[in-house]
């Protein structure tokens, strides 16, 4: 993981390529699913707190199913799951850098910088480094050319995004993004 989060290319190597690879790396992310889910319906046991849980669903298994359209699409079906294991494992790389960026911006808030600029620079900086390697992972996983692992990376994006308008739009009317930038939603304020 830290040698794909560092952009080496040798770092893929160190992942198995077989569908127990895949579904060792999709574990964890369903377990904290489903741990998730149960939390969510424990506290609120309502239609809103359902359509938390299935948009939480999709975001699980969307970047799987897509990511192995486009390799069969792209006549990658070979090297699919070794790129699944080490994308999925690599995300978790995020997570460390978004305490390595909030302990930087913990620094930075008494120096003067505001709160609002400060959520800006976590979630820019979080937001490019989880956008890049991504893609770098599917040049180098599923050997694209670096056009088509801007493609994957922007199909994934596109339809995240598709799902959180169709998740806003359609009743009980669940904005994910509010949650995920933490702002008040209207409910909450009601």
């Known amino acids: 993981m830290m ?22 790396a999709l574990a964890p992310r369903v377990a ?25 669903l999709c975001l699980v298994l969307a ?4 990511t192995q359209l486009l ?44 709160v609002e600029h400060s959520v800006l620079i976590l979630n820019g900086v979080i937001f490019a480094y989880n956008l890049w390697l991504t893609w770098f992972v599917a040049w180098v996983g599923l ?10 990376v922007l199909v994934i994006a596109s339809v995240i995004m598709e799902l959180g308008v169709l998740s806003s739009m359609l009743p009980p009317h669940y904005s994910p993004w509010q949650d995920f930038l933490a702002l008040p939603s209207a409910h909450a304020t009601r």
């Open 3 to 24: 040698l794909l989060g560092r952009g080496r290319r040798d770092g893929m190597g160190c992942f198995s390529a077989t569908p127990d690879a895949v579904l060792t």
């Open 32 to 56: 904290l699913w489903l741990v998730g889910g149960l939390l969510t319906v424990a506290q609120a046991p309502t239609l809103l707190s359902g359509a938390k849980i299935l948009f939480s």
């Open 63 to 66: 970047p799987v199913v897509l």
């Open 71 to 114: 390799a069969r699409l792209w006549a990658r079906e070979a090297l699919w799951p070794r790129y699944m294991a080490a994308a999925l494992w690599c995300d978790w790389l995020v997570l460390f850098v978004m305490l390595a960026v909030i302990t930087i911006v913990a620094v930075l808030v008494p120096a003067g910088i505001g």
């Open 143 to 152: 050997a694209l050319s670096m056009w088509r692992a801007l493609v994957l």
